[in-house]
């Protein structure tokens, strides 16, 4: 690497430590990138088990697409947790709350599936009120 490489990593790390208040928090970049890769191994299992459970209940969805789906939410949650709190915490679509739309609102009571995310949408909204 040249003298100019390092310089420039140097920058943009301090830059990264100084948004993020990393040092501030008694940590360091690399702490923290250990701990997003074990944050994302623990979290891993989502993108298997809640398409698995959504399938079920939602018809005309493909397996690949809730995949997709339930990835691009965790993608785009955490993402903006991080920039928006400045805080690491890792965001995904709660296992509790599929498994309750999959089996109590559409299998249960009989809703379609984009009526149910219609119900949790608007639960949203309330908790949001």
């Known amino acids: ?5 390092l310089i420039v990593m140097s920058n943009l790390t301090e830059k990264i430590d100084k948004f993020f208040r990393i040092t501030e928090r008694n940590s360091t970049i690399q702490q923290e990138i250990r701990g ?3 944050t994302f191994l623990a979290m891993a299992y989502i993108l298997i088990v809640n398409p698995s459970i959504l399938s079920g209940a939602a018809a ?3 397996w ?3 995949f997709t789906a ?3 939410a965790a993608i785009i949650a955490s993402i ?10 890792a965001l995904a679509p709660g296992m509790g709350v599929n498994a309750f739309l999959a089996y109590t609102i559409c ?3 009989g809703f379609s599936f984009p009526q ?3 119900v949790v949408f608007i639960s949203g909204i309330l908790f949001l009120i």
Do not use: K
Request: aromatic share 10%; no cysteine.
């Open 1 to 5: 690497m040249r003298i100019e490489d």
């Open 36 to 38: 997003g890769i074990i």
């Open 60 to 62: 005309g969805y493909s």
């Open 64 to 66: 690949d697409a809730l």
């Open 70 to 72: 339930t990835a691009l």
């Open 80 to 89: 903006l947790m991080g920039v928006y709190s400045r805080f690491p915490v």
């Open 107 to 109: 299998l249960g009571m």
């Open 116 to 118: 149910g995310l219609m």
